[in-house]
């Protein structure tokens, strides 16, 4: 049976529908009118064997950062339908992801209890036009709607775009891993029997 789930969101500032396969292929198809977000989430489908689709109408004449944002809430909101109870999941994963000169390190925990550390390179000598700190927010909204622990650390890095894409593909293989299932794991993967 596949786990899958369609969230859709509208507000004042975003319209957004997005469309999750947990047992996919890495089909993926993004439309949030931002290019290299569209990149990110394309690499982090794909590195995850997700079936994902993200549409997203968003302010972004204004700024990026509520289109960014929103589609963090509602893929977290997708991730948490269609993990559903959680029984018989992994719950961990991590992932080392090297791109160029930078290498990422990304553990998480589908614990249902929220939290995100994120810790990039200070300075990033080369900005880009989508900032990494900006990819932080869109990881701070998925962590936090999805019930998932996630610690992000770029160990270095030098250029923007390598930074953001070392994230997502690491993030897309670690999530990966947590959501398989274990059929040895008959119940939630917890000694309390509740995630």
Do not use: Q
């Amino acid at each position: 049976m596949e786990r899958r789930a369609v969230v859709e969101r509208k507000t004042g500032e975003t319209d957004i529908r997005v469309s999750w396969n947990l047992d996919g292929s890495g089909k993926a198809r993004m439309a949030t009118g931002i290019p290299f977000f569209d990149h990110m989430l394309t690499l982090f489908a794909v590195h995850g064997c997700f079936d994902l689709e993200v549409d997203c109408k968003g302010d972004i004449d204004i700024d990026w950062h509520h289109s960014v944002e929103d589609v963090g809430i509602v893929m977290g909101d997708v991730l948490a339908e269609a993990l559903g109870s959680r029984k018989g999941l992994v719950r961990y994963g991590d992932s080392v992801v090297p791109m160029d000169e930078t290498l990422c390190r990304v553990a998480l925990d589908l614990s249902n209890r929220p939290f995100l550390v994120c810790r990039l390179p200070d300075p990033i000598r080369c900005p880009g036009p989508f900032d990494p700190y900006l990819a932080k927010e869109f990881l701070r909204a998925f962590s936090l709607r999805s019930g998932m622990t996630l610690h992000i650390d770029v160990v270095y890095g030098e250029n923007s775009h390598h930074i953001v894409e070392a994230m997502f593909k690491a993030l897309g293989r670690a999530l990966d891993k947590a959501v398989r299932l274990d059929p040895r794991v008959t119940g939630v993967p917890s000694t309390k029997g509740l995630l």
